[in-house]
T-cell receptor, first 112, second 107 residues
Framework: KAGVTQTPRYLIKTRGQQVTLSCSPI?????VSWYQQTPGQGLQFLFE???????NKGNFPGRFSGRQFSNSRSEMNVSTLELGDSALYLC???????????FGDGTRLSIL | GIQVEQSPPDLILQEGANSTLRCNFS?????LQWFHQNPWGQLINLFY???GTKQNGRLSATTVATERYSLLYISSSQTTDSGVYFC?????????FGPGTRLSVLP
């Protein structure tokens, strides 16, 4: 069974731009969560989607948004990029919310 | 919100040594996982262990939910065990990670 797939693996953007990251969960998994990892803040929860609905959201500004499609694939969008948005963005999937999460390899976003 | 602490923050071992990593949490949880993040940033599931004890090869984990802690044991460590070990738990609808233990295994 294929694992969680995140694209792209690496991305370089400049301040003020916007970016869209993609996550394809493990087949049959309906819950997709997004996390931001930075050296200073560690791993922080962004939001979780389940059956195309955002089920919960972490403490991030409205510039961070996401959506989930009917095939459970999810996208995360960050608008008006700031230098502090440079991070590793990780996506995880699970069959339901309260079950083991499986992570993708992440998208490393660099803001110049 | 819930507080998650991991100890020690850093650990250096010689190959072949054993170690115990600890995760303390401040409230009741119903979902706890241990992950290993390798030097390339990949997060690898080690255990899903809301309670009890599990073993997988040289690794084992124990969670005592009533006392709000979990332990990860690594025996006969290898250089490939190097990386950061995180415990993570579901608290309400959020999934909260501890700060991690950075393990370096020297040849």
């Amino acid at each position: 069974k294929a694992g969680v797939t995140q694209t792209p693996r690496y991305l370089i953007k400049t301040r003020g731009q916007q970016v869209t990251l993609s996550c394809s969960p493990i087949s049959g998994h309906r819950s997709v969560s997004w996390y931001q990892q930075t050296p200073g803040q560690g791993l922080q929860f962004l939001f979780e989607y389940f059956s195309e609905t955002q089920r919960n959201k972490g403490n991030f500004p409205g510039r961070f948004s996401g959506r989930q499609f009917s095939n459970s694939r999810s996208e995360m969008n960050v608008s008006t990029l700031e230098l502090g948005d440079s991070a590793l963005y990780l996506c995880a999937s699970s069959p339901e919310g309260d079950q083991p999460q499986h992570f993708g390899d992440g998208t490393r976003l660099s803001i110049l | 919100g819930i507080q998650v602490e991991q100890s020690p923050p850093d650990l250096i071992l010689q190959e072949g040594a054993n170690s115990t990593l600890r995760c303390n949490f401040s409230d009741s949880v119903n979902n706890l996982q241990w992950f290993h993040q390798n030097p390339w940033g990949q997060l690898i599931n080690l255990f899903y262990i809301p309670s009890g004890t599990k073993q997988n090869g040289r690794l084992s984990a124990t969670t005592v939910a009533t006392e709000r802690y979990s332990l990860l044991y690594i025996s006969s460590s290898q250089t490939t065990d190097s990386g950061v070990y995180f415990c993570a738990l579901r608290y309400g609808q959020n999934f909260v990670f501890g700060p991690g233990t950075r393990l370096s295994v020297l040849p």
